[in-house]
């Protein structure tokens, strides 16, 4: 070989060598790009979990203050006084719902199927409690009609407590 053909072979050898360089050097920034951006997906869609998680759990905890003060006030009450109460502890089921709602549609299958449940709880005490209204079939008078209202709650606090547990179980995954 004379020195002209190992000149051009040396050239050559570097300019393919520099093509496949280059082109490894490409792969692996669209490789890890494309990691990154899976990953940042990830943490905002967990981040957007986190917060309706939250939400539903904060609502919940409101929820649960109003129905203390409704079944356990302290101080003498008023046919008025219990319908406000009632009121205030109905608004809260509905915002307990919407939330619900939104965790339905973001969370994963058990995180979603136990918000529905918390939904449903809600559902229920809000039919019961405005089917109780004076001037309605069942009486907020009657104790059997507070009996069934505290046990559609106690179900809400047992599908709460359960959909913390998977709520958390999910964040971590």
């Known amino acids: 070989m004379s020195d002209m053909d190992a000149g051009l072979a040396a050239i050559l050898g570097a300019a393919v060598g520099g093509i496949l360089g280059a082109s490894g050097t490409l792969g692996t920034a669209l490789v890890s ?62 915002a307990l719902r919407a939330t619900a709602a939104t965790v339905m549609v973001e969370g994963p299958p058990g995180v979603s199927r136990l918000a529905a449940s918390m939904a449903d709880y809600a559902k229920l005490l809000r039919d019961h409690l405005i089917d109780g209204d004076p001037g309605h079939e069942t009486s907020w008078e009657d ?31």
């Open 33 to 94: 790009g494309r990691l990154q951006g899976r990953n940042s997906h990830e943490q905002w869609q967990r981040d957007g979990r986190r917060a309706a998680y939250s939400e539903l759990l904060r609502f919940a905890a409101d929820l649960e203050q109003e129905i203390d003060g409704l079944y356990h006030s302290r101080t003498p009450r008023t046919p008025n006084d219990v319908v406000e109460q009632a009121e205030r502890v109905i608004e809260r089921l509905h």
């Open 143 to 173: 104790d059997s009609f507070w009996d069934t209202s505290m046990g559609y709650f106690v179900g809400l606090r047992a599908s709460t407590e359960k959909f913390t547990s998977e709520a958390q179980k999910a964040l971590d995954q």
